[in-house]
């Protein structure tokens, strides 16, 4: 299946940019997440937790009725290269 457009966008930048530009721009994507809708923020039990991540990463994943899926995920603003 291949990804939205503006998905690939983003996927072919970073295989195309030199490293240093990766960490930068990823810096900036970290700036732009916008914060976890109010369900999952006043019920972090809802989200699972990525044990393989040495950062506390948590995610949640919700299909939408068309079969769209949207992810979502809280990680400390201290680590952003994760965030973004």
């Not at 721009?25 to 369900?39: I, M, N, S, T």
């Not at 999952?40 to 506390?56: I, K, T």
Request: proline share 13%; charged share 25%; with cysteine.
């Amino acid at each position: 299946m291949p990804f939205p457009e503006k998905l690939q966008k983003v996927i072919q930048s970073f295989a195309t940019a030199p490293r240093e530009l990766k960490g930068q721009a990823l810096l900036q994507y970290a700036k732009k997440v916008p914060p976890l809708p109010k369900e999952y923020a006043e019920d972090p039990n809802r989200l699972a937790r990525v044990h393989e991540c040495q950062s506390p990463f948590f995610l949640a994943v919700h299909v939408e009725d068309d079969g769209g899926v949207r992810l979502f995920f809280d990680c400390p603003p201290e680590t952003p290269t994760v965030r973004g």
